[in-house]
């Protein structure tokens, strides 16, 4: 079955930096566009970033436009989200979800087809 586990998480200090890992079992990797998507507590899920599948086409939410960049190598089955100058507002439980291509909003959830359970990035001011 398909496996899609993130980690990476943590605590850090506003303006630091963190790496999310997600790596997806299962399935045939590079037919997958990768996103990442993060909900804080009290706020609806939000699409942070994508990627096509072979890497071309990155796409970034306007708050994390220029600190986060999205990355990925299908050799090793892995989507990664560096994250840079980081703001208490980053603050959520961060999620990996992998599609087939789509010519949908690359934020659309629903388009989606497996989702992984989230990591947890704090960052204290």
């Known amino acids: 079955q398909v496996q899609v586990v993130e980690s990476g998480g943590g605590l850090v200090q506003a303006g630091e930096s963190l790496r999310l890992t997600c790596t997806a079992s299962?399935?045939?990797?590079?037919?997958?566009?990768m996103g990442w998507f993060r909900q804080a507590p009290g706020k609806e899920r939000e699409g942070v970033s994508h990627?096509?599948?072979?890497?071309?086409?990155?796409r970034y939410a306007d708050s994390v436009k220029g600190r986060f960049t999205i990355s990925r190598d299908n050799a090793k089955n892995r989507v990664y989200l560096q994250m840079n100058s980081l703001k208490p507002e980053d603050a959520a439980m961060y999620y990996c979800?992998?599609?087939?291509?789509?010519?949908?909003?690359?934020?659309?959830?629903?388009?989606?087809?497996?989702w992984g359970q989230g990591t947890q990035v704090t960052v204290s001011s």
């Open positions: 299962g399935l045939t990797f590079d037919d997958y566009e």
């Open positions: 990627i096509t599948w072979n890497g071309v086409i990155t």
């Open positions: 979800a992998a599609r087939s291509p789509s010519g949908s909003s690359w934020n659309a959830e629903g388009t989606y087809n497996y």
